[in-house]
């Protein structure tokens, strides 16, 4: 079993930073994928950014040059910083872990933009 615990979530103003993260734990070994995804209210969740284990990243057109995606293998924590908030970026956002092909989410951590 892989258990992931994220925290960082709060609210924030618009043009405010917020850092999350992301920490994994358990049956761990073979990690590939690591990303964050959002759900906002109402909606369908939506990829946001992951990254590999070799590093290379996938970003949404709407935070690119906003946020960050990075991980650090030795913690297995996966990280996400978000410069320039917007009201749209409100949201629930999810960790998700690909170990061996199986995807574990973590609990989701609440992002309130407030313009």
């Known amino acids: 079993q892989v258990q992931l615990v994220e925290s960082g979530g709060g609210l924030v103003q618009a043009g405010g930073s917020l850092r999350l993260s992301c920490a994994a734990s358990?049956?761990?070994?073979?990690?590939?994928?690591m990303g964050w995804y959002r759900q906002p209210s109402g909606k369908a969740r939506e990829l946001v950014t992951t990254?590999?284990?070799?590093?290379?990243?996938t970003t949404a057109d709407s935070v690119k040059g906003r946020f960050t995606i990075s991980r650090d293998n030795a913690k297995n924590t996966v990280y996400l910083q978000m410069n320039s908030l917007k009201a749209e970026d409100t949201a629930v956002y999810y960790c998700?872990?690909?170990?061996?092909?199986?995807?574990?989410w973590g609990q989701g951590t609440q992002v309130t933009v407030s313009s």
């Open positions: 358990g049956s761990i070994y073979g990690i590939s994928a």
């Open positions: 998700r872990v690909v170990v061996w092909g199986t995807s574990y």
């Open positions: 990254i590999t284990s070799g590093g290379s990243t």
